[in-house]
């Protein structure tokens, strides 16, 4: 009989449950919506290692086709680059970042209180002196990025005809030149094969907080597990280990820049590996504006480098770092389209959508540098924001620009390099 009540108990609190979750909000009874049991869904596609595509394919499915508009458990979902602008360009008054104050007590304890997660009067100073410093620094940057370039070359030496993991290497190359250009400090990533036990006690944060478990339910990094243990010791550790190097840049850096640098490189030379002809044209404009011997380019030559910096534009299009991005909470309701979003309504922009949106693009699912030559280019300018835009887009966009043309530039003069790889895709490397 006990057990009769319990389990009958359990029940009702389940379909409670389900039924709480699963019911649309008010006010937006006229957005598709992806209930609680479709979340399920997607979280088992996340669960089976599909890729990005393939999650909004299924998203896709769920809502019945392409919507500029849609709301999932985690918020309203904004598909269109004039819905984008309108939310981007909102002043403080009326959508607020959402980071600033989380529940989520794994995300804060990491996160802390850096630029990208302040609001108000602290984000305004913050950003202006981060502007100004990153403004005058990047004048030297090409100069720090190429020595640590040609560091890798010599790294990558004695394996020269020899495959050779992209990915590692421009992680590599990455973090040296977030160490260099913002603590002056060398991280020995280019000195031995092995992985230096602050990028994999990082690689390990990151795993944990990307977990879409802990998304979902966010209740589970409070409990007493050994899991949350050993998560909050690697922050101690990651946080101490950076302390070690210099206390007071500590919150400066948004923690996670150098992995977006890396991705977008990786894509870059993958997809220069896949079409030669790229690769041949992107190698004659290298040589005729460089020359032909192994050297760091300066400012005004990366300035010439169009086709580079076209297949630079096309992968962060294709492939953008950040493929949801600008979670903001609404102080006052906005009008969107036909929409009226209410206020305390949660909203965020799906880049990965709009970059491939075929209003805006011309068969979107083909990588074609050449659609960013064209001087007549009438596109949406919300229609490609990897960098988001408004007055929260990226700091650090001036310095990655820079950081990807000198690598790609300088691999270039370096040889010509070939896929190697049997059955990696650009989705893989995305998805890594
Ligand atoms: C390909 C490389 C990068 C991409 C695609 C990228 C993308 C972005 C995006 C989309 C945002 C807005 C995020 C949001 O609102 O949700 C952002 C903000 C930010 N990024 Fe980047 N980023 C890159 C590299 C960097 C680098 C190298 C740095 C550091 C030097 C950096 C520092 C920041 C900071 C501090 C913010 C917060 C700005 C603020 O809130 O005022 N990013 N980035």
Same mark, same amino acid.
């Given at each position: 009989?006990?057990?009769? &009540?319990?389990?009958?108990?359990?029940?009702?609190?389940?379909?409670?449950?389900?039924?709480?979750?699963?019911?649309?909000?008010?006010?937006?009874?006229?957005?598709?919506? &992806?209930?609680?049991?479709?979340?399920?869904?997607?979280?088992?596609?996340?669960?089976?290692?599909?890729?990005?595509?393939?999650?909004?394919?299924?998203?896709?499915?769920?809502?019945?086709?392409?919507? @500029?508009?849609?709301?999932?458990?985690?918020? &309203?979902?904004?598909?269109?680059?004039?819905?984008?602008?309108?939310?981007?360009? =909102?002043?403080?008054?009326?959508? &607020?970042?959402?980071?600033?104050?989380?529940?989520?007590?794994?995300?804060?304890?990491?996160?802390?209180?850096?630029?990208?997660?302040?609001?108000?009067?602290?984000?305004?100073?913050?950003?202006?002196?981060?502007?100004?410093?990153?403004?005058?620094?990047?004048? $030297?940057?090409?100069?720090?990025?190429?020595?640590?370039?040609?560091?890798?070359?010599?790294?990558?030496?004695?394996?020269?005809?020899?495959?050779?993991?992209?990915?590692?290497?421009?992680?590599?190359?990455?973090?040296?030149?977030?160490?260099?250009?913002?603590?002056?400090?060398?991280?020995?990533?280019?000195?031995?094969?092995?992985?230096?036990?602050?990028?994999?006690?990082?690689?390990?944060?990151? /795993?944990?907080?990307?977990?879409?478990?802990?998304?979902?339910?966010?209740?589970? /990094?409070?409990?007493?597990? =050994?899991?949350?243990?050993?998560?909050?010791?690697?922050?101690?550790?990651?946080?101490?280990?950076?302390? @070690?190097?210099?206390?007071?840049?500590?919150?400066?850096?948004?923690?996670?820049?150098?992995?977006?640098?890396?991705? !977008?490189? /990786?894509?870059?030379?993958?997809?220069?590996?896949?079409?030669?002809?790229?690769?041949?044209?992107?190698? !004659?404009?290298?040589?005729? %504006?460089?020359?032909?011997?192994?050297? %760091?380019?300066?400012?005004?030559?990366?300035?010439?480098?169009?086709?580079?910096?076209?297949?630079?534009?096309?992968?962060?299009?294709?492939?953008?770092?950040?493929?949801?991005?600008?979670?903001?909470?609404?102080?006052?309701?906005?009008?969107?389209?036909?929409?009226?979003?209410?206020?305390?309504?949660?909203?965020? %922009?799906?880049?990965?959508?709009?970059?491939?949106?075929?209003?805006?693009?011309?068969?979107?699912?083909?990588?074609?540098?050449?659609?960013?030559?064209?001087?007549?280019?009438?596109?949406?300018?919300?229609?490609?924001?990897?960098?988001?835009?408004?007055?929260?887009?990226?700091?650090? $966009?001036?310095?990655?620009?820079?950081?990807?043309?000198?690598?790609?530039?300088?691999?270039?003069?370096?040889?010509?390099?070939?896929?190697?790889?049997?059955?990696?895709?650009?989705?893989? %490397?995305?998805?890594?």
């Amino acid at each position: 009989m006990f057990a009769l &009540i319990f389990f009958a108990i359990t029940f009702g609190f389940i379909i409670n449950f389900i039924r709480k979750f699963n019911k649309k909000p008010e006010g937006l009874e006229n957005i598709p919506y &992806i209930s609680f049991i479709s979340l399920l869904k997607i979280l088992w596609a996340y669960f089976q290692q599909k890729n990005y595509d393939e999650v909004e394919d299924l998203v896709q499915e769920l809502i019945g086709g392409h919507h @500029d508009i849609y709301l999932s458990q985690f918020g &309203i979902v904004l598909n269109n680059p004039e819905y984008a602008k309108i939310l981007l360009t =909102e002043s403080e008054d009326v959508a &607020i970042k959402y980071y600033s104050k989380t529940d989520n007590v794994f995300f804060d304890k990491f996160f802390g209180c850096g630029l990208s997660l302040t609001n108000g009067d602290k984000w305004r100073s913050t950003r202006k002196l981060a502007d100004s410093a990153l403004n005058l620094a990047s004048h $030297q940057y090409p100069e720090v990025v190429g020595e640590i370039t040609m560091d890798l070359f010599t790294f990558m030496n004695p394996n020269l005809n020899r495959p050779i993991n992209i990915i590692e290497s421009m992680r590599r190359i990455s973090i040296e030149a977030l160490g260099k250009f913002a603590f002056g400090y060398k991280f020995g990533c280019l000195e031995s094969q092995e992985v230096p036990r602050l990028i994999s006690v990082y690689d390990y944060i990151v /795993s944990v907080l990307g977990s879409p478990f802990r998304l979902v339910f966010p209740w589970i /990094s409070e409990l007493p597990l =050994e899991s949350n243990k050993k998560y909050l010791d690697a922050i101690k550790e990651f946080d101490g280990f950076i302390n @070690d190097i210099i206390e007071t840049k500590r919150n400066e850096m948004k923690k996670d820049s150098y992995n977006a640098t890396t991705t !977008a490189l /990786s894509v870059s030379l993958y997809f220069l590996a896949k079409y030669p002809e790229m690769q041949e044209k992107a190698r !004659a404009e290298v040589i005729r %504006i460089l020359g032909n011997e192994p050297i %760091i380019p300066s400012l005004d030559q990366l300035k010439e480098l169009k086709y580079v910096n076209a297949i630079i534009k096309e992968t962060l299009r294709t492939h953008p770092p950040t493929p949801i991005l600008t979670v903001r909470r609404l102080k006052k309701p906005i009008k969107v389209g036909s929409y009226i979003l209410p206020i305390n309504s949660t909203c965020m %922009i799906n880049t990965w959508k709009i970059h491939r949106d075929p209003k805006y693009w011309e068969n979107p699912n083909q990588y074609n540098p050449e659609r960013f030559l064209s001087s007549d280019e009438k596109r949406d300018k919300f229609a490609w924001i990897p960098f988001s835009a408004g007055p929260r887009n990226c700091v650090g $966009q001036n310095l990655t620009l820079l950081q990807q043309r000198v690598v790609l530039s300088m691999f270039h003069l370096h040889g010509a390099f070939v896929d190697h790889t049997v059955g990696l895709t650009a989705e893989k %490397i995305f998805d890594m």
